[in-house]
């Protein structure tokens, strides 16, 4: 729940819910280990708000209508989710019923790392981005993923056009 310190998920399996792991308000220094986190109707990990130094490690995210592992958008760069690590993960398959991305970050989330995983789509045109970095995160690194089947591996978002950009750009 909000603000836990040290959770530990371990060999659970989450199936057709909503969401696999809701990662609320405040989580830090987490562990989810080995999870099964599959066929939800939303997000197979939802992480946000200030839920920081947490590692997800060794899950299958996979079949996950919206996305397989979404950092929510804070409503300010404090409460983003920094330092967080994605690692030896399969991300297959993920957001069929939206925008097919398996890893998605929404604004300001600084420094996470998603190293050493497999991410791919299984050949149905499901999961058609691997990861997708909001123009807001800061210092992520991404390394050592092997990147399957999918139309882009990771996209990075550019900032968005503002009202004074635009007129600043037309004069």
């Known amino acids: 729940g909000s603000g836990s310190q040290r959770p530990i998920f371990t060999d659970c399996i989450s199936r057709q819910n909503s969401q696999g792991i809701f990662f609320?308000?405040?989580?830090?220094?987490g562990?989810?280990?080995?999870?099964?986190?599959?066929?939800?109707?939303?997000?197979?990990?939802?992480?946000?708000?200030?839920?920081?130094?947490?590692?997800?490690?060794?899950?299958?995210?996979?079949?996950?209508?919206k996305v397989g592992l979404q950092f929510r958008h804070?409503?300010?760069?404090f409460r983003g989710a920094h330092r967080n690590l994605i690692e030896g993960c399969v991300i297959r398959d993920n957001g069929f019923a939206d925008a097919g991305?398996?890893?998605?970050?929404?604004?300001?989330?600084?420094?996470v790392t998603i190293r050493d995983?497999?991410?791919?789509?299984?050949g149905e045109g499901q999961q058609k981005i691997g990861i997708q970095v909001s123009a807001e995160a800061e210092g992520t690194q991404i390394v050592g993923n092997e990147f399957t089947g999918m139309?882009?591996?990771?996209?990075?978002?550019q900032p968005a056009a503002t009202e004074d950009s635009v007129a600043a750009g037309s004069s």
Do not use: K, M
């Open 101 to 111: 991305i398996g890893v998605q970050f929404l604004g300001e989330t600084h420094d």
């Open 74 to 77: 804070p409503q300010s760069e």
């Open 31 to 65: 562990l989810a280990q080995n999870c099964d986190l599959s066929d939800n109707l939303d997000y197979g990990i939802t992480i946000g708000h200030r839920d920081n130094d947490n590692r997800i490690t060794g899950c299958t995210i996979e079949r996950n209508h």
């Open 24 to 29: 609320c308000w405040g989580v830090t220094h």
């Open 117 to 122: 995983n497999q991410i791919a789509d299984s």
């Open 151 to 157: 139309e882009q591996e990771v996209v990075y978002l």
